[in-house]
């Protein structure tokens, strides 16, 4: 599926994320429910899982998740078990609703991981900021990880910006911009399959290259099997 031919949602909309966040936020200042995570637990602990095994953390690695909500994907990379835990201070989580931002950071505290780091920011039109432990001048190239679970799919519905452009066609050159030589780019989607995902990342702007999947349970429905999501991870020539 082309971006172009998703209709505008109210899930592409900030003003969407702003109020579930801020729910969410209730829910967890009430009783501690730390809220949904996205695609589910075991989507979630695959991707997990990929990484300890294609991306597994070094002590200088950096980590950026674009679209972090309430943090649940880079507690879990913190939280593995014996060598597979991720450096938390290398950690960055971004997400453009500051509810999502609040919600991430009181989870971390109540779990004692505020050595992760999550901050506010607008990914398609801001630079994340870069973490006091990287070297790097600038973002170019400066993450060694990104994680993507939903973020493309809820930039892909949004409405066209002022100039008629789909926001979500800038996203791929984003990534590849920030993504360091050798690192690696997995995102997992509900609205596109692999070989769209694929199509959409893998072009001689990018620089992009395939690298492997996450093979997903499969379904069957009206004759057609296929997976309730997709999770395909690119890398950047060294």
């Known amino acids: 599926m082309d971006t172009s031919e998703l209709e505008p949602s109210k899930l592409g909309t900030k003003e969407h994320w702003d109020n579930i966040y801020e729910e969410e936020l209730e829910n967890f200042s009430e009783n501690g429910d730390e809220g949904e995570i996205w695609f589910g637990k075991k989507a979630m602990n695959e991707m997990v899982?990929?990484?300890?095994?294609?991306?597994?953390?070094?002590?200088?690695?950096?980590?950026?998740?674009?679209?972090?909500?309430?943090?649940?994907?880079?507690?879990?990379?913190v939280e593995g078990r014996g060598e597979m835990c991720y450096p938390a201070h290398r950690l960055l989580g971004i997400d453009y609703s500051e509810g999502a931002v609040q919600l991430a950071q009181s989870v971390?505290?109540?779990?004692?991981?505020?050595?992760?780091?999550?901050?506010?920011?607008?990914?398609?039109?801001?630079?994340?900021?870069?973490?006091?432990?990287?070297?790097?001048?600038?973002?170019?190239?400066?993450?060694?990880?990104?994680?993507?679970?939903?973020?493309?799919?809820?930039?892909?519905?949004?409405?066209?910006?002022?100039?008629?452009?789909?926001?979500?066609?800038?996203?791929?050159m984003r990534i590849a911009k920030l993504l360091n030589p050798g690192g690696h780019?997995?995102?997992?989607?509900?609205?596109?399959?692999?070989?769209?995902?694929?199509?959409?990342?893998?072009?001689?702007?990018?620089?992009?290259?395939?690298?492997?999947?996450?093979?997903?349970?499969?379904i069957s429905f009206g004759g057609s099997i296929g997976s309730a999501c997709s999770s395909v991870a690119f890398t950047k020539s060294a």
């Open 108 to 172: 971390a505290h109540s779990r004692n991981l505020t050595a992760i780091t999550f901050r506010v920011c607008d990914f398609l039109h801001e630079d994340p900021p870069l973490l006091a432990y990287n070297q790097k001048a600038n973002q170019n190239g400066a993450w060694d990880l990104i994680l993507d679970k939903g973020t493309y799919d809820a930039i892909a519905l949004m409405e066209k910006d002022e100039n008629g452009r789909i926001p979500a066609e800038g996203y791929p």
């Open 49 to 77: 899982k990929w990484a300890n095994h294609h991306a597994p953390p070094r002590p200088d690695m950096s980590v950026l998740e674009v679209g972090s909500g309430n943090g649940a994907l880079l507690f879990a990379l």
């Open 185 to 218: 780019f997995l995102i997992t989607s509900c609205n596109f399959t692999e070989f769209e995902l694929q199509s959409k990342f893998i072009t001689e702007a990018t620089g992009l290259q395939y690298h492997s999947r996450i093979e997903h349970p499969t």
